[in-house]
């Protein structure tokens, strides 16, 4: 999973059907998949919005 995570975050264009494929291999379900792809998505979808517009994270 955290391969699949990790090609997904930062190669997404290198995707194969492969990769799907590895996981189903090892025991991941089809949804447990596109689950997993969704919350990756997301993160970086909402990170380069953030990024784009230059929002700076709060101070604690």
Do not use: C
């Not at 996981?23 to 990170?47: C, H, K, P, T, W």
Request: no cysteine; net charge negative.
């Amino acid at each position: 999973m955290l391969d699949y995570s990790y090609k997904l975050t930062l190669f997404p264009w290198d995707m194969k059907k492969k990769d799907v494929e590895n996981m189903q291999a090892i025991g991941f379900s089809d949804r447990e998949i596109l689950d997993i792809n969704q919350v990756v998505s997301y993160y970086a979808y909402v990170n380069r919005i953030a990024d784009g517009l230059g929002v700076e994270l709060e101070e604690n």
